[in-house]
């Protein structure tokens, strides 16, 4: 069984995480930039009230603005275009998208609560052995890092593609996912180097919630050889500097 979640064919209607609900006084937005990267924080928002044990409660929304390199957006379009004319008439990457936020939430939490039997038959056999090693040496506030809940994926892009046939004339596509998510875990102050981590209190006057913002690469790959069952699997996962 690998991810079927994204077969052939799959689409999922869900919210746009880009929503922006009308608010007649802004919520306050405070952000430390430690690293360099192409994503903005442009705005907080509040959204239609979420209730509990403890009484209503107002729900904070972030919306996320990404700034695609133009070249790789260029170049991505091309290789869609090819997997359509030559692999799957019925490929949308739009389709693709919604499928690999709902694998990616799935395995982050699999990940995190170091289910790795959980993952065969989703993730590279190869890949398992060395994901449970690298979670085992992990802190218990960095396996927590790792979850990444549908609500808390804030962006998502395509990041690369490769289309490729080996030896034995077999036909493989690639697709390479990176995914922004925010996290509650308790992180060490200072920045890992080189990771991209947004830290952020978003409130009202008098309170607040401190959350980073985190990225992840996770890699997809098919196989479409004739005969072959239409799933993908993931071949590669980073998560910032807690997975490399």
Same mark, same amino acid.
């Given at each position: 069984m690998a991810l079927p979640l994204l077969r052939r064919g799959y689409c999922c209607r869900l919210p746009s995480l880009l929503k922006i609900t009308s608010h007649p006084k802004p919520e306050r937005l405070f952000l430390t930039r430690p690293g360099n990267t192409q994503l903005s924080l442009v705005?907080? +928002? @509040?959204?239609?009230?979420?209730?509990? @044990?403890d009484g209503p409660r107002p729900h904070q929304k972030v919306m996320v603005l990404g700034i $695609?390199? $133009? !070249?790789?957006?260029v170049r991505t379009r091309f290789y869609y275009l090819l997997i359509r004319a030559y692999f *799957?008439?019925?490929f949308r990457i739009e389709e693709f998208t919604e499928g690999a936020k709902q694998a990616f939430?799935? +395995?982050?939490? !699999?990940?995190?609560?170091?289910?790795f *039997?959980? !993952?065969?038959? %989703? +993730?590279a056999q190869d890949l398992v052995a060395k994901l449970e090693e690298k979670c085992n040496l992990l802190q218990e506030s960095h396996k927590q890092a790792l979850l990444a809940s549908p609500d808390n994926i804030m962006y998502t892009t395509p990041s690369d593609v490769g289309i490729y046939y080996d030896d034995d004339g077999r036909k493989f596509v690639s697709i390479l996912m990176r995914f922004w998510y925010l996290t509650s875990a308790r992180l060490p102050d200072d920045p890992m180097e080189g @990771?991209?981590?947004?830290?952020?209190? %978003?409130?009202?006057e008098g309170q607040s919630e401190s959350k980073r913002l985190l990225t992840a690469n996770y890699e997809f790959q098919r196989e479409f050889t004739k005969g072959v069952a239409p799933d993908w699997t993931i071949t590669r996962i980073e998560h910032s500097k807690l997975l490399d």
């Open positions: 705005g907080a +928002v @509040s959204s239609p009230r979420c209730y509990s @044990s $695609p390199n $133009p !070249l790789i957006w *799957d008439k019925e939430a799935h +395995v982050s939490r !699999l990940l995190s609560e170091c289910q *039997d959980a !993952l065969e038959g %989703l +993730v @990771s991209r981590i947004f830290k952020m209190a %978003l409130g009202t």
